[in-house]
């Protein structure tokens, strides 16, 4: 069976990617399969950018096609913020996701509701040598002020889905990869996989 790695060490991403490949034809390894720690600087002023550094990286290490993704929230009242930097969105040294809703959250007093916010996602797949193809997601929404459900990760809890009347975070794994940024960007770049997926297997 052909692999295809997970360039990405967060827990979260890996579980709604595991769920989101199932069927794929692939055997799909996390960098914990391979021995992989890398650290990379995300250090590019786009999420194309930054997910092509991180999937190229463990392509060239691994030697296997590989998947990364790059993803932020982005609040209309906050100019776009945080964006890019979403998962470095505190002042506190070793924030955690909790310590990311709480600040952003401050960020917000002051501004009127509704809070109107959107999660962007963009995926790369990169084969080992360095072809990247690329595709994007967008889930809008609104920030609400406490948090609701016990599934998902970072801002989940906070981020009231457009029409569903739930927070991303309470929301069932099926629901979530229907309609977050990151199921409609991983389904958009599937044939394009999966082409690169049968190209292996008649080499």
């Given at each position: ?192 996989l999966d082409a690169h997926l049968k190209t292996v297997l008649d080499s």
């Amino acid at each position: 069976m052909t692999k295809l790695l997970l360039a990405t060490q967060n827990k979260g991403k890996i579980k709604e990617l595991q769920d989101l490949l199932l069927g794929l034809g692939a055997e799909i390894l996390i960098p914990e399969d391979l021995d992989l720690d890398l650290d990379i600087e995300e250090s590019a002023c786009t999420y194309l950018d930054n997910a092509t550094q991180k999937a190229t990286a463990y392509a060239n290490k691994s030697n296997l096609l590989s998947l990364a993704d790059d993803s932020g929230l982005e609040v209309e009242v906050l100019a776009g913020a945080p964006g890019i930097f979403s998962a470095r969105y505190s002042p506190k040294p070793g924030a955690n996701d909790q310590d990311r809703r709480h600040y952003l959250l401050k960020q917000l007093q002051g501004h009127a509701r509704p809070w109107s916010a959107k999660f962007r996602c963009t995926v790369v797949l990169a084969a080992p040598g360095g072809e990247t193809q690329f595709a994007d997601g967008l889930c809008p929404g609104e920030i609400i002020p406490e948090e609701r459900g016990e599934g998902g990760f970072g801002y989940d809890p906070i981020f009231l889905v457009d029409k569903m009347g739930k927070t991303m975070a309470e929301l069932s794994m099926t629901e979530k990869n229907q309609v977050s940024h990151r199921a409609l960007a991983v389904r958009s770049l599937l044939p394009v996989l999966d082409a690169h997926l049968k190209t292996v297997l008649d080499s």
